[in-house]
């Protein structure tokens, strides 16, 4: 589905985005292209550094605060991915893995989940397997067209601009949990180890 509604399937598509909202309970992410643009700067020690959207992270960290599972599933190694993610509340973190769907089954069996109550936002062909078991599979603008075949929703924004804000925002929106009536501006990731 296209970010601007421009035909009647297009319309349908997102109404039935709109209808599995109200089942969701766990966001499973995949990092690199979703919650990154999917540029990797190495330094001169071999570190790869990437670049992460503040708004996916309050958004993220309002879900946690939720009640919301989050788990972030990717084939990329980094220590300092680990340290964002864990300072915003996110303690269940895969790297390295070769077979997303091996982690996802895990994941739902471990948690009582059912596929109805699952967004997966990817972004490459390695996401499509759990894409297709996923009850609701998203993905950013920028994702590849194999991704966004069978994605239910393409959000307007790209990878590390804010993409998993938009679809976590229109989840907690629906659901009425959006809006905390005493915000903080603190960052956890900050201070957390």
Same mark, same amino acid.
């Given at each position: 589905?296209?970010?601007?509604?421009? /035909?009647?399937? !297009?319309?349908?598509?997102?109404?039935?985005?709109?209808?599995?909202?109200?089942?969701?309970? *766990?966001f =499973?992410?995949?990092?690199? @292209?979703?919650? /990154? !643009?999917g /540029?990797?700067?190495?330094?001169? $020690? @071999?570190?790869?550094?990437? &670049?992460?959207?503040?708004?996916?992270?309050? *958004?993220?960290? &309002?879900?946690v605060?939720?009640?919301?599972? =989050?788990?972030?599933?990717?084939?990329?190694?980094?220590?300092?991915?680990?340290?964002?993610?864990?300072?915003?509340?996110?303690?269940?973190?895969?790297?390295? +893995?070769?077979?997303?769907?091996?982690?996802?089954?895990?994941?739902?069996?471990?948690?009582?989940?059912?596929?109805?109550q +699952?967004?997966?936002?990817? !972004? !490459? =062909?390695?996401?499509?397997?759990?894409?297709?078991?996923?009850?609701?599979?998203?993905?950013?603008?920028?994702?590849?067209?194999?991704?966004?075949?069978?994605?239910?929703?393409?959000? @307007?924004?790209? @990878?590390?601009?804010?993409?998993?804000?938009?679809? =976590?925002?229109?989840?907690?929106?629906?659901?009425g949990?959006?809006?905390?009536?005493?915000? $903080?501006? *603190?960052?956890?990731?900050i201070?957390?180890?």
């Open positions: 589905m296209k970010a601007l509604l421009t /035909t009647r399937n !297009d319309i349908l598509q997102y109404n039935m985005f709109l209808t599995k909202i109200k089942d969701i309970k *766990a =499973i992410l995949d990092i690199d @292209g979703v919650l /990154t !643009d /540029t990797v700067h190495v330094t001169e $020690t @071999g570190e790869q550094l990437r &670049r992460f959207h503040v708004r996916d992270g309050y *958004a993220m960290q &309002r879900a605060k939720n009640g919301y599972l =989050i788990c972030v599933i990717s084939g990329g190694k980094s220590a300092s991915v680990v340290l964002r993610l864990k300072g915003l509340g996110v303690t269940e973190v895969y790297l390295g +893995v070769d077979k997303k769907l091996d982690v996802y089954n895990e994941f739902i069996k471990q948690h009582s989940l059912s596929p109805e +699952v967004l997966y936002m990817g !972004d !490459d =062909i390695p996401d499509i397997p759990v894409m297709k078991v996923a009850g609701l599979p998203v993905c950013p603008a920028d994702a590849v067209e194999e991704v966004k075949a069978v994605s239910l929703y393409i959000s @307007g924004k790209e @990878g590390g601009s804010g993409c998993v804000r938009d679809v =976590i925002e229109k989840v907690l929106k629906i659901q949990k959006w809006m905390d009536l005493s915000p $903080t501006a *603190a960052d956890d990731s201070t957390s180890a």
